[in-house]
């Protein structure tokens, strides 16, 4: 079971309904909330949001992992673009 929600143009809300869920619903003791390039601080948001307003005294930041990928773009060129993943868990 892949606890790992990826940040990308949804609302904001919607993440943040998803992380709960799967520690409310789901039972999970992970979520893992990973984004890459302009959705880092998106996912920051989301992952503080979750942890103090939602899920407060009851779920924290347990680790924060940050790295690049490389890819080729469309025209061929190869980009790097830097990801992070913030790993929150039950207290």
Do not use: C, H
């Not at 143009?9 to 943040?16: L, Q």
């Amino acid at each position: 079971m892949d606890n790992s929600i990826f940040v990308g143009t949804k609302p904001f809300m919607n993440y943040v309904t998803a992380v709960v869920m799967q520690f409310t619903t789901k039972n999970a003791d992970e979520v893992i909330v990973k984004a890459r390039g302009k959705f880092i601080s998106r996912a920051v948001d989301i992952a503080e949001v979750a942890t103090k307003r939602f899920l407060e005294g009851q779920v924290g930041v347990k680790g924060i992992a940050i790295n690049s990928e490389e890819f080729q773009n469309n025209e061929g060129r190869v980009v790097r673009v830097s990801t992070i993943e913030i790993t929150l868990g039950r207290l």
